[in-house]
């Protein structure tokens, strides 16, 4: 996943106990499965050169005929009719559709391996989940935020400009992903907005949805740079 979501899944883990290792690919995923047994595999299905659903079945061949099982969790922001069963039948075990939240990782990879705490999830904090309790943690996603953030948009701006809806799909998929994790609908729809736009190949009214992105993810910014200045 990009390293927002990859931080906000770190730290809420971490705090309830658990430790995690995160990889930047599929590749890299089957390698660390290869070296270590994990209890819990969180799987992007959308990875950078083998999404998740291709690592499962790779997973699943090299398991075949022998007694171990890696317990493979999908997680996906597009959440469409028929994704469920496609990654189950490519062999995961289960799925998480996002935004996810701290009770719904918790659950999940708990079905496995218990964690060592309770933990609220309630807050009104910048962050869509509740970090009252863990400010390390919280900075510790802010911060990567406002590093990436400008990446991320001046990615979808150039697929914007340029008219290409294939990087702009991806693009407005990666940026979608990170925007779930705070309190802001109005970003996280018009990102997704975005993405549709891109997918049906009709660009019609992606620069204003563009131009009003911008001054959401601004908003954004300022109340996580307040927020680590308070």
Excluded at 4 to 9: I, P, R, W
Excluded at 120 to 145: M, S
């Amino acid at each position: 996943d990009n390293p927002v979501n990859q931080e906000f899944a770190v730290v809420v883990l971490q705090r309830r106990g658990h430790d995690v290792t995160v990889v930047d690919d599929g590749m890299a995923a089957l390698r660390a499965m290869e070296d270590k047994e994990y209890d819990v595999v969180l799987l992007d299905l959308s990875m950078p050169r083998m999404g998740g659903l291709q690592v499962a079945v790779r997973v699943r061949e090299k398991e075949a005929g022998t007694n171990r099982h890696s317990w493979l969790v999908a997680m996906t922001a597009h959440a469409l009719k028929g994704d469920r069963e496609r990654c189950l039948g490519a062999g995961m075990d289960d799925y998480l559709a996002k935004p996810v939240t701290e009770t719904d990782l918790y659950r999940t990879v708990e079905r496995v391996g218990p964690g060592t705490e309770e933990t609220p999830v309630c807050g009104n904090g910048v962050l869509l989940e509740g970090f009252d309790t863990d400010p390390a943690g919280e900075r510790k996603v802010l911060q990567v935020f406002l590093e990436r953030s400008p990446v991320l948009l001046d990615a979808l701006g150039q697929a914007v400009e340029s008219g290409d809806p294939k990087a702009l799909s991806s693009a407005a998929h990666r940026l979608a992903g990170t925007l779930a994790l705070f309190h802001s609908k109005s970003a996280y729809s018009t990102t997704r907005a975005l993405e549709s736009l891109a997918r049906n190949e009709s660009l019609s009214g992606a620069t204003d949805l563009w131009t009003g992105l911008c001054r959401e993810v601004e908003s954004i910014r300022e109340q996580a740079s307040a927020r680590l200045d308070g």
